[in-house]
């Protein structure tokens, strides 16, 4: 059987991956420009570049771009880094301790599949229409995803590690803090990146709710006043902006963990 590299895989990814994308703005410019879908529903590629450009100069309902970007940025990563800070612990204190697990599983379980979104009332009778109750919102989202995959990472821990450890008479403590927190940072990670990003997801819909300020607000009005160019330049600012958030934890995901994979 031959097993040489075809001539597709010997291509280098990022020419693959520029490739796709160059045919996806091209698609896209071709079918604009030449009337298959109107304006209406699909604006060109050179109207967005014109429509962000004006934002950055004189920015959106009289507040500069920067600014929404900003709010919505604060509100994300207030709630992200709440949730973060209460769901990692809870979770492997739940997956390393059966007593916690018992008291926390039936408690998540019941709230775990709740959309987010469904607490903007409760949201907005307790916490008023200001900031705090965005950043509610955001840090159930946060919280849940931390602390399931923190638990799931102290509570598969491979029983080999656990039974050579205490062979060794580390205590309940060196033990955790020596061999379940360090096997469970990969699964760590992976929630924080699946947190992070539902975390920028749901601060769209926060802002729904008596906003005058973000990139959710920005959306949600220009929708409403059918500026179908500024709903897509939103759309794309909040992608963008997810990737290189994405990017930074997958950054330093490589640097805590560089055991990973070997």
Excluded: C
Aim: aromatic fraction near 12%; hydrophobic fraction near 55%.
């Amino acid at each position: 059987m031959n097993h040489s590299p075809s001539l597709l895989n010997a291509v280098p990814r990022a020419w693959v991956s520029t490739f796709s994308v160059v045919s996806l703005l091209v698609v896209w410019w071709a079918v604009t420009n030449f009337g298959l879908i109107g304006p209406t529903y699909l604006p060109s590629p050179q109207s967005l570049v014109a429509v962000t450009y004006d934002l950055i100069v004189n920015g959106y309902q009289r507040v500069p771009l920067a600014e929404h970007i900003g709010y919505s940025l604060f509100r994300a990563l207030s709630g992200f880094a709440l949730g973060v800070a209460l769901g990692i612990p809870t979770g492997l204190i739940t997956g390393y301790n059966r007593t916690a697990d018992a008291v926390m599983s039936p408690i998540m379980a019941f709230v775990r599949p709740i959309p987010p979104i469904a607490f903007i009332p409760m949201a907005v009778l307790y916490f008023g229409l200001g900031e705090v109750g965005k950043v509610v919102l955001i840090f159930i989202t946060a919280f849940n995803y931390a602390h399931v995959n923190a638990h799931a990472g102290a509570s598969h821990v491979s029983i080999v590690y656990l039974r050579a450890a205490q062979s060794l008479g580390l205590s309940s403590f060196q033990l955790f803090r020596k061999i379940v927190f360090p096997a469970a940072l990969p699964q760590i990670f992976t929630g924080m990146k699946v947190a992070m990003a539902l975390s920028w997801a749901v601060v769209v819909a926060a802002e729904l709710v008596g906003a005058q300020r973000g990139l959710g607000f920005m959306i949600s009005d220009a929708a409403q006043l059918f500026q179908i160019p500024v709903v897509f330049v939103g759309i794309g600012l909040i992608g963008l902006i997810g990737l290189i958030l994405n990017f930074m934890l997958g950054a330093t995901e490589t640097k805590l963990i560089h055991w990973k994979g070997r």
